[in-house]
C-alpha cells in the first residue's frame, strides 16, 4: 500500500513514520522547506522518545520519503491523510483554513481513486467540507475521479507517541462507504494484531469522539485542581484523596494528579473549540466553561503561593525553573503553565533561572533573552531565593537534597507537580509548597 500524509508535525511525522515501519510506502509532506530539509538528513523537528531512530531507519529502507510537493505524490496512494493543524481561531473555534487548502490541493492532484483522511482534530461536519472542496476542484477539472473521506482521530500522546501509535488502545475511523472501510481495515492491520479494537461509525460520530475524549481528560484534570484547592483550604491531603478515590475501578487512578493546570497543543483548543461548536449550535457545554474557567485560575496558583510567601516582594530574587515543556518527555511548549508563571514571576520584578532536559530552544522562541537558561539542574538552582518545579520530569524526582541545599541561598521549594515527600523536604531543612496540601501548619 502507498499512503501520503500531509502535514508533518507532532502527528503526521509519527502516522508516517510508524506505518513505513509496518511496511507500508509513506511519503510525508509538508510546506515548510526546511523541515522536509532537515528530516531529508535525519534531523527531526521535534523531540520525541524512539522517533529518530525510526525516522532514519525507515528513510534509509526507502519506505519513508519527505517532500514539499503533494501534487508530486498522489499516484497511486490510497490513502492521503491530512495531519496539518487546527489552531484555535480568535474566536476559539477550529481554524479549518489548512485542511481545506490541502482538500483543494488533493482535488487538484488525483488521477485516481484515494481515500482523503481527516486525522487532524476538527470539528462535526468538516469531513463534509473536505469532501466539497475536493469535489469543487475536481469539477473545475471536469473530472469525475470516485474519491471517499474517512475520519480517522488521532490519540496519541506526545511524549509516548510511537508506543501510542504502534499499540492503540482502539482506532476510531469514520467511513461512509465500504470500500473507504476496507481500505482503512487494510492499513490498520498490522497494529491490531494484539487485539486491539478498530472502531467504525459514521463521520460525525469519529469527529466528535476525538473533541469528547480529550474533553474528558481535561474535566478530570480540572475537577481534580478544584477538589485539590478545596483540600488546602479544609487542611485534607490530596494525594491521600487521590489514592482514596483512584483505587475506585469506575473513576480510574489516571488523570487524577493535581497541578498547575493543562496545557500542551490539544487540550486547551480542543476544549475551547468544542464550547464553540456547541455555542454555533445554540447549545450550553456548562461543564466545559468551568474546566476552563478552572484551568486558567490553576496556572497563576504556584505563582500565588509564592508571592504570598514572599508578602508580594520579588523585585530581585532569583528563581529557579526546573521543567519547562507542558509535560515531560516531550518539547513542546504550545500553552506551557511555565510560560505563564515566568511571565508573572518577571512581571514582579523577579529574575528566572531556568532548567528543563529537552525543551530549552523551543523556550526561547516564547521568553528569548528575558530568563537565563541552565546546562544542567543544579546550575539553575546556584543562589536561587527558591526553586520552582514545573513540569515533572524523571531526573527531577530524586534530587540530592544536601546538595541542593548547599547551593541554593534560602531552602525552599515550590513544587506543581507533588512530587516531593512533605516529611523528607522537612527533614532536610526545606520550607516546602505543593498542590492541594497545606504544608505552612
Ligand atoms: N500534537 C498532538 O499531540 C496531537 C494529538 C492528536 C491530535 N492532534 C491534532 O493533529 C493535528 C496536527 O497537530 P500537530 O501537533 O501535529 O501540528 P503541528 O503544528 O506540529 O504540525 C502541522 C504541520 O502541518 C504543516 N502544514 C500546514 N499547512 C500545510 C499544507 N497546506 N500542506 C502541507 N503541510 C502543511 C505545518 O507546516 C506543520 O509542519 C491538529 O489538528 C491537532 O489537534 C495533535
New binding site residues.
Partial sequence: MKIVV???????LVTGTCFAEVGIDVVC????TK?IENLKKGIM??YEPGLEEMVIRNAEKGRLQFSTS?KDNLTEADVAFI????PPGEDGSADLK?VI??AR?IGQGINEHIVVVT????PVGTANKVRNAVQEELNKRSSNIDFDVASN??????GA?IDDFLKPDRIVVGVESRRAEEVMRKLYKPFLLNGHPIIFMDVPSAEMT?YAANAMLATKISFMNDVANLCEIMGADVNMVRKGIGSDPRIGNRFIYPGIGYG???FP??VKALIKTAAENGYNMRILNAVEEVNDAQKSVLFNKISKHFNGVMKGKNFAVWGLSFKPKTD?MREAPSLVIIEKLLAAGANVKAYDPVAMHEAKKDLGEQIEYSKDMNDAIIDADALLIITEWPEFRTPNFKVMGKLMKNKLVFDGRNIYDIGEMKENGFDYYCIGINTTK
Fill in positions: 500531509i502535514g508533518t508535525g507532532y502527528v503526521g509532506i509538508d510546506v515548510d523541515k523537528p521535534i503533494l495531519a496539518v493543524g487546527t489548512y487548502a490541502v490541493e486525522k487532524s482534530t476538527v482521530p488521532e490519540f496519541l500522546k506526545e507517541a476525538k500542551g497543543s490539544c483548543k480542543d513542546d
